[in-house]
């Protein structure tokens, strides 16, 4: 799948469907932004629909997400948006690494504190965009 894929009605659409979202996702985070390190995040209206897109380039990989996070709780409780898709972007594995899962807690701790709903949590290399994986309170009936 990828932005190429988006059906013509796409905005209209909520963003709950992982595959749109990642297509979004696709289309939003772009090649040269996944190259240099980024975040994003597709603010949604009351029907989960694409409101407003935000991408914060130039993310260093080996910066603090934690940093960020009042600056990001000062920004997302200020907006008037029921939901967020985050994104991150960046060059090399497809595979969530440590500082792919701590940028995703802190969208999560973020979101809490402002009442924003994470509608989903995607990964955008240069190859693919690929969900984050599931929390496990989602699948605790798997866990041991």
């Known amino acids: 799948m990828s932005f190429e894929d988006l059906p013509e009605t796409w905005a209209t659409q909520p963003l ?33 629909r694409l409101a ?7 993310v260093p990989p080996d910066g603090d997400p934690w940093e960020m996070r009042d600056s990001l709780l000062s920004v997302f409780g200020s907006l008037p948006f029921a939901g967020v898709v985050f994104a991150r972007g960046r060059d090399g594995t497809v595979l969530v690494t440590d500082s792919d899962r701590a940028w995703h807690e802190v969208v999560i701790d973020v979101c809490r504190r402002a ?6 949590a995607f990964l955008a290399t240069p190859s693919t965009v690929r969900p984050f994986p599931a929390p496990l309170t989602a699948v605790e009936h798997l866990a041991s």
């Open 16 to 48: 709950t469907d992982p595959l749109l979202a990642a297509d979004v996702v696709d289309l939003v985070v772009g090649h040269a932004d996944r190259m240099e390190g980024c975040v994003g995040f597709l603010f949604l209206d009351d029907d989960l």
């Open 52 to 58: 407003q897109p935000c991408v914060l380039g130039e």
């Open 115 to 120: 009442d924003l709903r994470l509608v989903g």
